[in-house]
């Protein structure tokens, strides 16, 4: 149920307003959802006067225990015949600030509402029933929240009361739900035990939870961080119009994001003209020193600048020092609407603010169906379903992240003349380093051979030999940080969780760039590997999201070669690695441009071919191996002085750690890489991730 009280907020002035926080509680309509919110309105004294003794009164007239979810009814008739409550959200005050809850009855109507705007979420409550634990309803929660990138998340486990406070049974709870939370790269801010029935834990500690530590649920909402206002954003006004007055041409349109003052340094996207503000208009005309001299996010102006340049509806103006990208390539997840499902090399019409261009879909990952909450493997975007997709543009855009900014980072999807679907930006690729777009006008094609995945071939490979060239003098951060800034676009790093690995992740951890982090999980890795993913994980505060082999393949492998059939022959060995490792990292890089490993030169004989910048043609990408040119030494050296967390089985003499059947522990005289197919001959023993597709 949803409803909201329509008591009035404070006004919002950009100067002292109170914080305000989206948060939305997802978990099994049963495990108390309702008797909880009741509960929070009552503690923060956010009910209309009178309405919950009058509550009880009817309840104890018609001889029923009353119930805090009876609040919610209540006042959900009332909205019903149009009294004091709106629909879908509530709002609360606490002492620090503002709240709305947002309920999510479906997954579908709310991962539609969320990834088209209608609804956004800060941060999120899981609630879980101690009496049931952790449901499957319960992971699917934890999903949904992955898709839609929240990141702060509280957990309660409810009805602690009907499990008489059992301290046991609440840690066995806390294990499980956090260990799945933080297999989706989340890491819960706290898991509170309470009664929202009785009110333990929930606005205060009581004796029952004597042995709970943490905070209370209205403590661990005020400590949720709020979204930053989009007036502290860069500033963003998307031309609406330009109309001709006099002499002036005046451009019209709302500040979507940050403040326009006059005097301001100004660039228009996507063409990166530079200008200045002269003027903001004013109806009626006012005396000069009336007119106004700045405007912020969410008012409507009209502007002249300080030159005559040409400016049009669809381009945004920017703040010089930080300018929306121009794009003519994005990456978007989106809710498709259709009835006939989006597909790779579908063209569309794509409306980003004012701005339009028709785009063709250049790759769809991740197809989820919102009902099972679970990734479908699907290379098509079926109607009411989700996915993300990457879109080659006709023209260029001038496109924010909807990580960078949530007012202008969303897209909507028009087919045959009607909106179709709508999303959020991940990322954007910039005009000037697109290889995809054809010949621009007055130049000569290349006939350069493209790629499967339309990337020009020579392009790529020109440009991995100039990026070789700088970073050879780098360290591995600044390789990194040099390939982030030259490479839009989709970065890919993959893990095994190697000693390589964790350097690079703690490299990354220190930057804020948007690299995807993956891992192929086989199946069969040690379970140490799976303590350490998890630590690992919890240590940096990332997602490493999972890359999984197909089910049919896996049945096909066993069903053909037996379930270890590797240690017979090395097509064996090779199916298998195929299989389970090599198909799933193509998933795993479709559609990156940019892809991160930690081999190493020294690791065998095979490496020393390798280079630290390679062009993938086939892949249209580049990848980077930052530590291709580190010693055993200085990686040793590296993981001890920062202390990071590593593989236990290294202390018993693993060195190279892969899947548990095909790896053993090497003496001190051998290669590193001894222990990895020891059955086979050495000069045979590269699994085809890093070498050449088998
Ligand atoms: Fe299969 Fe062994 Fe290759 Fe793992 S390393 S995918 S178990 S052959």
Redesign the pocket.
């Known amino acids: 149920m949803n409803v909201q009280i329509s008591r009035q907020l404070h006004p919002v002035s950009p100067a002292g307003a109170r914080a305000l926080v989206r948060i939305v509680i997802v978990g099994h309509v049963d495990h108390g959802k309702s008797t909880l919110i009741g509960r929070l309105l009552h503690e923060v004294e956010g009910l209309p006067d009178g309405k919950l003794d009058a509550l009880k009164a009817v309840s104890a007239r018609r001889g029923m225990p009353f119930e805090w979810s009876f609040l919610l009814d209540a006042l959900q008739t009332e909205r019903d015949q149009g009294i004091t409550i709106d629909t879908s959200q509530i709002r609360l005050r606490t002492p620090a600030r503002d709240i709305v809850l947002i309920d999510a009855p479906g997954h579908a109507e709310f991962l539609r509402n969320m990834i088209t705007g209608a609804a956004q979420a800060d941060a999120a409550v899981l609630i879980v029933d101690a009496t049931e634990g952790v449901r499957d309803q319960t992971r699917r929660h934890g999903y949904l929240l992955h898709l839609l990138g929240v990141r702060q998340v509280m957990v309660v486990i409810n009805k602690m009361d009907r499990v008489a406070f059992d301290a046991g049974k609440f840690r066995e709870i806390e294990t499980e739900i956090a260990a799945h939370l933080a297999g989706l790269g989340l890491t819960p801010s706290a898991i509170i035990p309470i009664s929202a029935r009785n009110g333990d834990g929930v606005a205060r500690h009581t004796s029952s939870t004597a042995w709970y530590r943490g905070p209370t649920v209205l403590a661990a909402l005020d400590a949720f961080v709020p979204a930053r206002p989009p007036h502290d954003l860069a500033t963003r006004l998307p031309v609406q119009a330009v109309y001709k007055f006099d002499d002036r041409r005046i451009i019209a349109g709302r500040v979507a994001s940050g403040r326009i003052r006059v005097g301001d340094d100004v660039l228009i996207m996507p063409a990166g003209k530079p200008a200045c503000i002269k003027s903001i208009e004013a109806w009626p005309e006012r005396e000069t020193s009336q007119t106004p001299r700045v405007a912020i996010a969410g008012q409507s102006v009209g502007i002249t600048l300080d030159r005559d340049i040409f400016v049009e509806r669809g381009d945004v103006v920017c703040a010089s020092t930080s300018p929306a990208a121009s794009a003519r390539r994005l990456r978007a997840r989106v809710f498709w609407l259709h009835q006939r499902p989006l597909a790779v090399g579908g063209h569309i019409t794509v409306r980003i603010g004012t701005a339009e261009s028709t785009a063709v879909v250049a790759a769809i990952e991740d197809a989820v169906d919102p009902g099972l909450l679970a990734s479908d493997g699907a290379e098509v975007i079926a109607q009411n379903h989700v996915g993300e997709i990457e879109l080659a543009l006709s023209r260029p855009i001038a496109i924010d992240p909807y990580t960078a900014d949530p007012n202008t980072g969303r897209i909507v999807l028009e087919f045959e003349g009607r909106i179709a679907g709508g999303g959020l930006i991940l990322t954007a690729q910039a005009a000037a380093l697109d290889t995809t777009s054809g010949p621009r006008p007055g130049k000569v094609a290349s006939t350069a051979r493209a790629s499967r995945t339309g990337v020009n071939s020579d392009e790529l490979r020109a440009k991995a030999s100039a990026l070789a060239q700088v970073f050879a003098s780098l360290s591995p951060a600044e390789r990194i940080a040099h390939l982030r800034r030259e490479v839009a676009g989709k970065i890919v790093f993959t893990t095994s969780f190697g000693l390589e690995d964790q350097v690079i992740l703690h490299l990354l951890s220190e930057r804020t760039d948007d690299i995807a982090v993956v891992t192929l999980d086989?199946g069969?890795l040690f379970p140490e590997t799976y303590a350490l993913w998890a630590q690992t994980e919890r240590r940096y505060g990332v997602r490493i999201r999972a890359l999984h082999p197909r089910h049919g393949d896996l049945e096909t492998l066993v069903e053909r070669h037996g379930i270890?059939g590797?240690y017979d022959s090395r097509a064996?060995?090779?199916?298998?690695?195929?299989?389970?490792?090599v198909e799933p990292l193509e998933r795993a890089l479709a559609g990156a441009r940019g892809w991160i490993a930690g081999l190493r030169a020294e690791q065998s004989a095979h490496r020393q071919d390798m280079a630290l910048v390679t062009a993938e043609a086939e892949r249209g990408l580049i990848k980077l191996n930052p530590l291709f040119d580190w010693t055993r030494e200085e990686l040793l050296a590296f993981v001890s002085s920062n202390d990071l967390p590593v593989n236990s089985l290294h202390a018993q003499g693993f060195a190279s750690i892969?899947?548990?059947?095909?790896?053993r522990a090497i003496a001190p005289d051998e290669p590193e890489r001894a222990g990895?197919?020891w059955w086979e001959e050495e000069s045979k023993k590269e699994?085809g991730l890093h070498s050449h597709r088998p």
Do not use: D, H
């Open positions: 086989t069969r270890n590797f064996a060995r090779l199916a298998c690695c195929t299989v389970r490792k892969g899947c548990a059947p095909c790896t990895r197919w699994c």
